[in-house]
């Protein structure tokens, strides 16, 4: 029926990894409870909907930056590749026997 075989084991030990870390990731984070701790007072609530908006913003532009690196990155290998095709294409040619 059930074998213990290296397999076997390593499936176990890996379903076991995978529900620790679904159910660490299932317990709210203690930052969430801080805010829904007490009554806070408009200012407070007023600088932290400031803080977020202004982190979602720094994100957002982080993202741009990153996605602008990215296109770059693809031309740059784009043109790499170009270049690679015609040195090529040129080295069969000249050592190519007619």
């Known amino acids: 029926m059930f074998e213990l075989?290296?397999?076997n084991?390593?499936?176990v030990?890996?379903?076991?990894?995978?529900?620790?870390?679904i159910l660490k990731m299932y317990n709210p984070s203690e930052q969430r409870a801080e805010y829904?701790?007490?009554n806070m007072s408009n200012d407070k609530l007023k600088?932290?909907?400031?803080?977020?908006?202004k982190s979602i913003k720094d994100s957002k532009e982080e993202d741009e930056l990153?996605?602008?690196r990215i296109e770059d990155l693809h031309y740059a290998d784009s043109l790499q590749r170009e270049?690679?095709?015609?040195?090529?294409?040129?080295?069969?040619?000249?050592?190519?026997?007619?």
């Open 5 to 7: 075989t290296p397999q």
């Open 9 to 11: 084991i390593a499936i």
């Open 13 to 21: 030990i890996g379903f076991v990894v995978v529900v620790f870390f």
């Open 36 to 38: 829904a701790e007490g």
């Open 47 to 53: 600088a932290l909907v400031y803080s977020l908006a």
């Open 66 to 68: 990153l996605r602008k």
């Open 83 to 98: 270049q690679t095709k015609f040195l090529t294409a040129n080295v069969n040619k000249t050592t190519s026997v007619m």
